[in-house]
């Protein structure tokens, strides 16, 4: 069974400093990878995806993940967080179903703190 | 991308009583999703919706707690029946179209039980 460690609760920075949220993740296969955002009382907006290819890959409001298979992680990174950036961050991996789609497993989140 | 609609988006309810949670998705979709977010933890799945078959259960839900219709390609409804304090939680719909790697959301029901 495939699982997603996350091992921030919790990162404080300060606003137009550099991010990097940890995810680590264990699946037999390929994975297909994915970062979440959640804002308070919003839903969840995803940030970025991998399935295969070039192993960095962008996303939108300037995010960027890279996967490193010989590490088992997909780490998340802003080069300049902005406070707008605060939020609940999920990694997730996901199997692929045989009748279509992706069933995900979701880390426990880390909460981003922006201080300005 | 697909929109996903689900309502209602916020509830009270009292002990030993039952509420359903409709999802709407406004393109057709394969699979639907039903998640649960209890207070400061992550989303666990609670079954799998594939339109035409019975709903797949995640460990730890059972059908007979978590009842889920799929009548059709856009829409799946979740019931938390006989609520607990303990079944407070955000409850949230997904969906993936067949070919459609990327898993949508919808905003959530927030369901708070006394």
């Known amino acids: 069974a495939q699982s997603v460690t996350q091992p921030d609760i919790h990162i404080t920075v300060s606003e137009g400093a550099s991010l990097e949220l940890r995810c680590n993740y264990s699946y037999g296969a390929t994975p297909y990878l994915f970062w979440y955002v959640q804002s308070p009382g919003q839903g969840l907006q995803l940030l970025l995806k991998?399935?295969?290819?070039?192993?960095l890959v962008q996303g939108i409001k300037g995010f960027e993940a890279e996967f490193k298979r010989s590490q088992s992680s997909f780490n998340l990174r802003k080069p300049s967080v902005h406070w707008s950036d605060a939020a609940e961050y999920f990694c997730a991996v996901g199997a692929w179903l045989t009748g279509g789609g992706n069933k995900l497993t979701f880390g426990t989140g880390t909460q981003l703190k922006v201080e300005l | 991308s697909a929109v996903i609609s689900q309502k209602p988006s916020r509830d009270i309810c009292q002990r030993g009583t039952s509420l359903t949670i409709q999802c709407q998705v406004d393109s057709q979709v394969t699979m639907m999703f039903w998640y649960r977010q209890q207070p400061g933890q992550s989303l666990t799945l609670i079954a799998t919706a594939n339109q035409g078959s019975e709903a797949t259960y995640e460990s730890g839900f059972v059908i007979d707690k978590f009842p889920i219709s799929r009548p059709n390609l856009t829409f799946s409804t979740l019931t938390v029946s006989n609520m607990s304090p303990e079944d407070s939680s955000i409850y949230l719909c997904?969906?993936?179209?067949?070919?459609?790697?990327?898993?949508?959301f919808g905003s959530g029901t927030q369901l708070s039980v006394l």
């Open positions: 991998y399935f295969s290819g070039d192993t």
């Open positions: 997904s969906a993936t179209g067949p070919y459609n790697e990327k898993l949508f």
